[in-house]
């Protein structure tokens, strides 16, 4: 089972999004999230009700867009911006502002 951990300012969507960055996969057209919510909902042993709810927030905020294939995701730009700004704060409150 695979566990997804937040600092306390970070929700469960943000953890997720952070999750699927590590994980994304290079294609010729850049990197794609090779997990359809299926995959994730076995992978993270959530419900696919909160699977799809996490997947939707992340959609509707712009964060993750739905990539060509079915079941595939890309991170935006902007859910880029949220995990650089996120890793930041992480830094901040492990006591960690130098970034070592």
């Known amino acids: 089972m695979t566990t997804i951990s937040a600092n306390i300012f970070a929700s469960k969507e943000y953890a997720l999004l952070s999750w699927l960055a590590?994980?994304?996969?290079?294609t010729r057209d850049g990197p794609v999230v090779p997990f359809s919510q299926?995959?994730?909902?076995?992978?993270?042993?959530?419900?696919?009700?909160?699977?799809?709810?996490?997947?939707?927030?992340?959609c509707d905020s712009g964060c993750l867009t739905p990539y060509k294939k079915r079941?595939?995701?890309?991170?935006?730009?902007?859910?880029?911006a949220v995990i650089a700004a996120m890793q930041e704060i992480?830094?901040?409150?492990?006591?960690?502002?130098?970034?070592?």
Do not use: F, H
């Open 22 to 26: 590590e994980r994304q996969t290079d």
């Open 38 to 58: 299926n995959d994730l909902v076995q992978e993270l042993q959530c419900s696919p009700v909160t699977i799809n709810k996490w997947m939707k927030s992340l």
């Open 71 to 80: 079941g595939k995701y890309r991170i935006t730009n902007a859910g880029q």
């Open 90 to 100: 992480d830094k901040i409150v492990g006591g960690n502002e130098n970034g070592k």
